[in-house]
């Protein structure tokens, strides 16, 4: 969305938000960030306090980055919306089908992204579009 700096894409968060609490026009990508936040009220904190925006969150601690969380169901959606990798739509409504939410299907395909991204990392390479296809496959 912006590259690698994390304050700004934690800034456009905030931004985002506050347009919509103050019930002003969004753009599409506005749109969706505002939709995540939407459900996640247990992040809400973290959009109102300017000292989160150089916060790190370690799994060590036991914490969860809210902004990664934020991100990766914005990165969903953002494929959802390209059908990229293709077939993705096709398995986001039958996970969904058979999570019964559409909230729980998108927590469950995050893991196979997750899984998707950190192995490109660690392979300096693009993500394997086959291999997280095939994860979510087993999802169903």
Not at 85 to 107: K, M, N, Q, S, V
């Amino acid at each position: 969305m912006f590259g690698h700096d994390r304050e700004q894409l934690r800034r456009f968060f905030q931004t985002s938000w506050s347009r919509r609490l103050a019930g002003e026009p969004l753009q599409p990508l506005e749109q969706l960030v505002a939709q995540v936040i939407e459900q996640h009220p247990e992040y809400h904190a973290y959009l109102t306090d300017q000292d989160q925006l150089q916060r790190d969150f370690t799994p060590e601690h036991g914490q969860t980055n809210p902004w990664l969380h934020m991100g990766m169901h914005i990165s969903l959606g953002e494929q959802l919306g390209a059908d990229r990798p293709a077939g993705i739509r096709d398995l986001y409504t039958r996970i969904t089908a058979r999570f019964g939410d559409h909230h729980a299907a998108e927590h469950a395909m995050m893991e196979c992204l997750g899984v998707a991204l950190w192995e490109a990392q660690r392979a300096q390479r693009m993500p394997d579009e086959q291999a997280y296809l095939e994860c979510l496959k087993k999802l169903l």
